[in-house]
């Protein structure tokens, strides 16, 4: 949990116009440094090394904070689906399914989208074919 909320609170900060004004900052001072360093291996190798470092551990940290909120994003889908009258049960474990069972029932929901735009200005909701 405690890298659940730091990964979190880093990933708020360093989504943030001044996160962006500082990396902007460090790279125009180390371009501005070339001519001290006379643009040499060293003075490259360290944009090139903070940089890859950065990235890489970005790529966790992003990963990290995605899954968190498609988790969240599915939970209040769950309960939307759970509390609606009409919605399908079987839609709350979409998770569980296989690629080919998704593919099938994005066919039936392209279909019944189809339907309803065939029949313009019916308020009524469309019968479901997925009962």
Do not use: C
């Not at 490259?44 to 909120?69: A, E, G």
């Amino acid at each position: 949990m405690k890298f659940d909320r730091f990964a979190q609170w880093l990933a708020n900060r360093s989504g943030r116009p001044a996160s962006f004004v500082i990396a902007l900052m460090l790279i125009i001072a180390w371009g501005v440094s070339g001519p001290l360093f006379h643009f040499n291996d060293t003075w490259q190798l360290v944009i090139n090394t903070s940089t890859t470092i950065i990235t890489f551990l970005m790529v966790f940290l992003i990963q990290n904070t995605q899954n968190r909120d498609n988790d969240e994003l599915h939970i209040k889908i769950d309960e939307l689906l759970r509390t609606t009258q009409r919605a399908h049960k079987a839609l709350l474990d979409l998770e569980d399914m296989g690629p080919a069972e998704l593919h099938a029932l994005r066919k039936q929901y392209q279909q019944l989208g189809e339907h309803d735009q065939a029949a313009p200005g019916n308020d009524a909701p469309a019968k479901d074919t997925l009962d």
